[in-house]
């Protein structure tokens, strides 16, 4: 086989010498348009895990790439004039250009052919020049070869809101640094680690609109380097910047990232007859941000699974690459979605400015999501013990309550609002049951509900519960709207109250468009069979084009009476002895409709602008919060995103957070989506708490994060990063009623609150963990049936 890979960048190099180890007899050639000794980077970083997949391709390389490292543990955050440090992690620097030079030589000894200062300007004549027969485009973040062929690769090219500059300096860091430095402009952010005896990498980061302030468009190179030196100095040492990009000019030099992704990444060729594939690799089909300091170590994984594809010649072209695409765009889709939010944390600094030293550096170390809570608990104990005495004892002052002798997890914190004082972090999401009869809720609901709060939460909140009969979702809808109503549910909270510590609040909706359908077990959102109800929302509108009922536009005297009928339900649930109000403004029920422009097209006052359309739902928040008693908290929960053009944005949800606050809402819970069946929600773990950090670091209200979390470690994470003060945990809950206290013994912790009557069942689980966690010690060098053995003896 015949290879040419275009572009002699950590890709290209690593490919080919590791295709020519693995097949001596295939010609391989490697083409780049600059010198062997160019390179236009400083250090490039690996983690220690990387190292190890480097070593298992070829021993070789990766000895000689090991040799040349700096390796360090320790993550120095400096800010306001503060310095928090974290170790264990593992990573190490080497010069890009000792990189390439190792690269280069390795290959050189194992037969690859390198041609330098050729420009490829047509790979198609490339191939018929080298009688290819595949072609592999590693041409690089600007590469040619994507750009020719984009119809079929279609790339996804977008430029970020950072400008940034990639310096050198002799100053030597002994650990990877970070430091923030506020201008009167706004925001910069340096990044800096050693990679070889002498030099260490700087790279400058700051918003777009903060560099235009600053005036750094305008100024030379040599200016632009004085400007940070000047900035900068504190960490500096005296030591100078340098820049190695002599063949830009000016503000050239200041970049922004290019996020790239390709849909496909592979194109065939005719060329004389022959069918000669190109393939993406590295930079030319994707990038991940630096901060994650991910790129090269893509590049490099590209090229160990394309030349693992390869190895079997019985194996054809098509079917090798396919399996290369299809293993690697999983692989980079994680790193990417990783350096996503990395990049997002860096773009938005001054988001989370206002926090203390301590939180400020722990929302950086979590900052993708990839490190978690107990993952730093790993590799830096004391670090971790540290930052939980911290953050207990701001919990303990704020909650009013004397500070814990001895480290707790954060999920296991107080929080107080106003005269409510929960005993941790954690609610059971509201859920719907559709279990109550006429709106009378009844023994299911009161070993529902009951159960939950004798399983470790703080704070038990009912399903939505419905203002009127016709403000249902279905006819199995909890309401208050009736005294048998009220007096079914003070049952509940009477039980829950004399029972456990937890509190109870309760969700007030009115369904809108979405309401007189099925229990969702006979046909989610499907209308009933018989005895429908009228429905009305902001606009006319069917939610299931073609199935719902048509919803009509509400009159202002529907409005009239709908707000008495939520002040009437507020009443009924401080006699039912609630400990908590929400109202329920999301999800396409009605004032979710006024809010969103998909299914607000009203003419009057309550249509048009945001101010307009949340007009009607701050109404009736302040209608109830007039009844409500002022020592008992109001949340309001909000789809923060549409997850359809031209819906609700997270921008736009920050602003409605703010109108919500001015009219003293008490905290945000941040759902997303289900106003329209066009919706393209992006799934994941946590996958809607990023809305809960918006708001709660730029409306500056507490929130609630709810949505795919189901770990203490996802509790203590958002909580100990100020993504959100509270966490609403649903399906677990329904799996498990006692997940709060399950979770609490699964990460070692003794100090939760269990009821009286389950405490030998606390014992019991704690014994039980503490036997697994001695088997799981002895047991490393057992096999799997061994240790069943062993287990089943115990």
């Known amino acids: 086989m015949k290879i040419v890979c275009v572009g002699g960048g950590p890709a290209g190099l690593y490919f080919g010498l590791l295709t020519k180890l693995r097949h001596p007899d295939y010609a391989v050639t490697v083409v780049e348009r600059n010198r062997a000794s160019d390179t236009f980077g400083w250090g490039v970083v690996f983690s220690d895990q990387t190292l190890g997949n480097l070593a298992a391709a070829d021993e070789a390389s990766a000895r000689a790439i090991l040799q040349s490292f700096?390796?360090?543990?320790?993550?120095?955050?400096?800010?306001?004039?503060?310095?928090?440090?974290s170790s264990g992690h593992g990573f190490c620097g080497i010069g890009r250009?000792?990189?390439?030079?190792?690269?280069?030589?390795?290959?050189?000894?194992?037969?690859?052919?390198?041609?330098?200062?050729?420009?490829?300007?047509?790979?198609?004549?490339?191939?018929?020049?080298?009688?290819?027969?595949?072609?592999?485009?590693?041409?690089?973040?600007?590469?040619?070869?994507?750009?020719?062929?984009?119809?079929?690769?279609?790339?996804?090219?977008?430029?970020?809101?950072?400008?940034?500059?990639?310096?050198?300096?002799?100053?030597?860091?002994?650990?990877?640094?970070?430091?923030?430095?506020?201008?009167?402009?706004?925001?910069?952010?340096?990044?800096?680690?050693?990679?070889?005896?002498?030099?260490?990498?700087?790279?400058?980061?700051?918003?777009?609109?903060?560099?235009?302030?600053?005036?750094?468009?305008?100024?030379?190179?040599?200016?632009?380097?004085?400007?940070?030196?000047?900035?900068?100095?504190?960490?500096?040492?005296?030591?100078?910047?340098?820049?190695?990009?002599?063949?830009?000019?000016?503000?050239?030099?200041?970049?922004?990232?290019?996020?790239?992704?390709?849909?496909?990444?592979?194109?065939?060729?005719?060329?004389?007859?022959?069918?000669?594939?190109?393939?993406l690799m590295g930079d030319a089909a994707h990038t991940a941000h630096f901060s994650i300091g991910?790129?090269?170590?893509?590049?490099?994984?590209?090229?160990?699974?394309?030349?693992?594809?390869?190895?079997?010649?019985?194996?054809?072209?098509?079917?090798?690459?396919?399996?290369?695409?299809?293993?690697?765009?999983?692989?980079?889709?994680?790193?990417?979605?990783?350096?996503?939010?990395?990049?997002?944390?860096?773009?938005?600094?001054?988001?989370?400015?206002?926090?203390?030293?301590?939180?400020?550096?722990?929302?950086?170390l979590t900052r993708s999501q990839r490190l978690s809570h107990e993952n730093l608990r790993l590799r830096d104990p004391e670090y971790v013990a540290g930052f939980e005495r911290w953050f207990a004892e701001r919990a303990a002052q704020q909650a009013g309550v004397p500070a814990p002798a001895s480290p707790t997890p954060p999920m296991f914190t107080p929080y107080k609002v106003r005269s409510v004082l929960l005993k941790n972090r954690v609610i059971v999401s509201p859920m719907a049951q559709y279990s109550a009869v006429d709106g009378t809720v009844g023994d299911f609901h009161l070993a529902h509900l009951g159960a939950r709060a004798l399983g470790g939460a703080a704070l038990v909140m009912a399903e939505m519960t419905c203002v009127s009969a016709d403000a249902r979702i279905t006819p199995g809808c909890p309401g208050l709207y009736t005294a048998e109503h009220t007096a079914a549910w003070r049952r509940i909270n009477d039980f829950v109250h004399a029972n456990s510590d937890a509190k109870i609040g309760v969700q007030l909706g009115h369904a809108g468009a979405k309401g007189s359908t099925r229990p969702m077990w006979d046909g989610i959102d499907q209308p009933l069979d018989e005895g429908n109800w009228p429905l009305v929302s902001a606009s006319e509108q069917q939610y299931l084009q073609g199935v719902s009922q048509l919803a009509r536009a509400a009159s202002l005297d529907d409005?009239?009476?709908?707000?008495?009928?939520?002040?009437?339900?507020?009443?009924?649930?401080?006699?039912?002895?609630?400990?908590?109000?929400?109202?329920?403004?999301?999800?396409?029920?009605?004032?979710?409709?006024?809010?969103?422009?998909?299914?607000?097209?009203?003419?009057?006052?309550?249509?048009?602008?945001?101010?307009?359309?949340?007009?009607?739902?701050?109404?009736?928040f302040a209608a109830i919060r007039a009844v409500w008693p002022s020592a008992l908290p109001i949340s309001v929960r909000l789809s923060a995103h549409d997850w359809v053009e031209g819906g609700i944005t997270p921008d736009d949800a920050v602003a409605i957070a703010r109108l919500f606050k001015d009219a003293g809402a008490d905290m945000i819970d941040c759902?997303?989506?289900?106003?329209?069946?066009?919706?393209?929600?992006?799934?994941?773990?946590?996958?809607?708490?990023?809305?809960?950090?918006?708001?709660?670091?730029?409306?500056?209200?507490?929130?609630?994060?709810?949505?795919?979390?189901?770990?203490?470690?996802?509790?203590?994470?958002?909580?100990?990063?100020?993504?959100?003060?509270?966490?609403?945990?649903?399906?677990?809950?329904?799996?498990?009623?006692?997940?709060?206290?399950?979770?609490?013994?699964?990460?070692?912790?003794?100090?939760?609150?269990?009821?009286?009557?389950?405490?030998?069942?606390?014992?019991?689980?704690?014994?039980?963990?503490?036997?697994e966690r001695q088997m799981q010690a002895a047991g490393s060098g057992l096999t799997p049936q061994q240790i069943a053995a062993r287990l089943l003896e115990g």
Request: with cysteine.
């Open 70 to 85: 700096n390796h360090w543990d320790d993550i120095d955050v400096h800010f306001k004039g503060r310095t928090i440090t």
């Open 97 to 279: 250009k000792r990189l390439l030079n190792i690269l280069q030589e390795r290959g050189a000894l194992l037969g690859v052919e390198h041609v330098f200062e050729h420009e490829v300007r047509d790979d198609a004549e490339l191939a018929r020049a080298f009688g290819a027969d595949l072609v592999v485009a590693c041409d690089g973040v600007n590469s040619a070869v994507r750009h020719r062929y984009a119809d079929v690769f279609q790339p996804e090219v977008e430029r970020r809101h950072c400008r940034f500059v990639w310096l050198g300096t002799r100053k030597k860091f002994d650990a990877f640094t970070f430091a923030f430095e506020e201008t009167e402009h706004g925001w910069f952010q340096a990044h800096a680690y050693q990679y070889d005896g002498d030099t260490s990498t700087f790279i400058v980061e700051t918003p777009e609109d903060t560099w235009q302030a600053a005036g750094l468009e305008a100024m030379s190179q040599e200016q632009a380097l004085a400007f940070c030196e000047r900035l900068f100095a504190p960490y500096l040492d005296g030591q100078p910047l340098m820049a190695n990009a002599a063949h830009l000019r000016g503000s050239a030099m200041w970049i922004r990232f290019p996020r790239i992704a390709c849909r496909q990444w592979i194109h065939w060729n005719d060329i004389d007859g022959r069918r000669v594939p190109v393939v």
């Open 294 to 364: 991910s790129g090269t170590k893509l590049a490099l994984e590209d090229a160990i699974e394309l030349a693992r594809c390869l190895e079997d010649p019985s194996v054809s072209m098509e079917e090798a690459l396919g399996k290369y695409e299809e293993a690697r765009r999983v692989e980079v889709l994680k790193l990417q979605s990783a350096a996503r939010n990395s990049m997002e944390w860096f773009e938005n600094v001054r988001r989370y400015t206002a926090m203390e030293a301590e939180q400020f550096a722990y929302s950086l």
């Open 559 to 620: 409005l009239e009476r709908i707000k008495h009928d939520f002040v009437r339900a507020t009443e009924a649930a401080a006699q039912a002895g609630f400990d908590w109000l929400e109202l329920h403004c999301a999800h396409g029920y009605l004032l979710s409709s006024f809010i969103s422009p998909l299914t607000n097209r009203r003419q009057d006052a309550y249509g048009g602008s945001l101010e307009n359309r949340c007009r009607y739902p701050l109404e009736v």
């Open 671 to 771: 759902s997303s989506g289900q106003v329209s069946k066009e919706e393209k929600p992006v799934f994941g773990r946590m996958f809607q708490t990023p809305f809960a950090d918006r708001i709660r670091n730029e409306a500056g209200i507490p929130t609630i994060a709810v949505g795919s979390i189901y770990e203490a470690d996802h509790v203590n994470g958002i909580v100990s990063a100020g993504r959100a003060d509270l966490c609403a945990v649903a399906r677990p809950h329904l799996a498990n009623p006692a997940w709060t206290l399950m979770e609490a013994a699964r990460i070692g912790y003794t100090g939760a609150s269990w009821p009286r009557q389950y405490r030998a069942g606390k014992l019991q689980l704690e014994r039980n963990l503490e036997r």
